[in-house]
C-alpha cells in the first residue's frame, strides 16, 4: 500500500468538498475545508516527502467562469512537482499532452471514456494512442444503487449504466497504467470506507489500483489494507491536518514508509 496524496481545485482554490455535493450550476459544494494556500504549496509539500502518483483534480467544468482559475492552478502545482503527480478534470484526447508537457506524470479520464452511459471505445483508443498506456489513468469513481457500484462522470454527477466488476477492470486494464476509484458516496465524510468496494478492488489487484473515499483514521487504514489484500493505494482528504482533519499527515506518510520498510 502506498500513500498517494491530492490536490482538489474548485473554483481557483485547493478544496477539500463532500463529493456528492459537486454541482456545475452555480459552482457548488459543500466545503470541507478551503486552504489559505496556492496549490505549489502541497505540491512542495509532497515533493520534500518524495511521494509520487498522487492527483490533481480540477473540479470546475470547462465550460465554467472558474476553470481558468481552476487550471491555472494545477499547472502551477505540476510546475513545482513535475512528473510527480497525475491531473484530472476535462481531459480529451484533444487536451491530454498539454498537461502531459506541463510536468504531470498521467493524465486521469472518467468523462471522455463513458459517455451517453457506455463505454466510448472509439474515444478511449484516441485518447490511449495520445498518451500512450504508460501515462494514462482511468477514472472508474462511482457510487451505489442497487447493490452495486456504477462509474458516474460529469463531476461525480451522472450515473452510466456500466458497474465496477472485476470483469470491466480486466476489459480496461489494457489502455491504463492505473485505476483510481473514488468511493463518491463516502467521499469527503471521513466516516469510513466502501467496504465492499475496496475488498471487490483488492481482490482483482491486476495493474496499480488507488482507492480514495472515507478514510478517517488509522483503523480505516488498516482495514483498507486487509481488505484490499495490500493491493491498494489510498488517498486521504478531508481526515487529514494538512486539510483541516484530524489525521496526522505526518504519521500516516511515516506509516508508509514503515509498512514498505523504508
Known sequence: MEFRPCIDIHNGKVKQIVGSSLRDQGDTAKENFVADCDASFYAEFYK???IRGGHIILLNARDSSYYNDTKAQAFLALKTYP??????GGITDENAAEFLDAGASHVIVTSYVFRNGKIDYGNLRRLA???GKDHLVLDL???????????????WQKFTEEKVTPALLDELASYADEFLVHAVDVEG??????EPLAEMLGSWGKIPLTYAGGVR??????????LGKNRLNVTIGSALDLFGGKLSYR???DYMKADKGV
Open 48 to 50: 520534500k516527502d518524495g
Open 83 to 88: 512528473g510527480g503527480l497525475q491531473a484530472g
Open 129 to 131: 494512442s495520445e498518451t
Open 141 to 155: 469513481s462511482c457510487r451505489k444503487r442497487d447493490d452495486d457500484y456504477y462509474i458516474v462522470t460529469d463531476r
Open 189 to 194: 465524510k471521513a466516516d469510513g470506507i466502501e
Open 217 to 226: 483514521d488509522f483503523p480505516d487504514i488498516e482495514k483498507l489494507k486487509e
Open 251 to 253: 504519521e500516516v506518510v
